[in-house]
């Protein structure tokens, strides 16, 4: 556990994964499933999201019920007419130390940089399975399954999303 973070408090990467790797296209999810978003906000409500300033700004908004911080290289970044709801940070550390004041687990929700970043503090990993290979820019990172146990399972027509624990 990062030393940064509450006794307890989770790391959980949160993401929807195309059979080919992709994650992204052209600033979006190339794919709607809608009973998949219902499962990413009964996943993350009431935590703390930790998402890149790409993936904020294809959102737009911070998500409702769900504390947000927002990593950016860019000193000058606010959330504009969203400031008062989304803290900002500079880096995956400091998303972090804002993330232990904050409620619930830390929920990474991308896109592929802050993935990348924060996939070796990752305890868990909640990864909807989308049995397509679209085109796409951005790609979920490699990962070594070989460290990791598969707790559950719940598949769906084309889809499955799978629930992952950092092998002790
Ligand atoms: N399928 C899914 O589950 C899923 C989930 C989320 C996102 N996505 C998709 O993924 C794509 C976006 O992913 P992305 O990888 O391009 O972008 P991203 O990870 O969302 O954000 C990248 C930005 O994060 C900031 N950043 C990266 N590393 C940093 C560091 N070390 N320190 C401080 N700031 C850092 C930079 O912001 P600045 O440029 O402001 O400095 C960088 O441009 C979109 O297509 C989105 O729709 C898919």
């Not at 994650?23 to 794919?31: L, Q, S």
């Amino acid at each position: 556990m990062p030393s940064e973070l509450r006794p307890g408090q989770r790391v959980v990467l949160v993401a929807a994964v195309a059979d080919n790797g992709v994650i992204g296209a052209d600033g979006d999810i190339p794919w709607r499933i809608p009973e998949d978003f219902a499962h990413f906000k009964a996943t993350t409500l009431g935590h703390t999201l930790v998402m890149g300033r790409a993936t904020y700004d294809s959102i737009g908004r911070p998500l409702p019920g769900r504390a947000t911080v927002v990593v950016t290289r860019d000193p000058a970044w606010t959330a504009g007419e969203y400031a008062d709801q989304v803290r900002v940070a500079h880096s995956l550390d400091e998303a972090l130390a804002l993330a232990a004041e904050l409620p619930g687990d830390v929920m990474v929700v991308g896109g592929a940089q802050i993935y990348a970043l924060a996939m070796p503090l990752a305890t868990h990993q909640v990864l909807t399975e989308v049995h397509r290979s679209p085109e796409g820019d951005t790609r979920y990172p490699a990962w070594d399954r070989d460290g990791w146990v598969e707790t559950a399972r719940d598949e769906r027509e084309g889809w499955a999303i799978t629930w992952w624990e950092r092998a002790p």
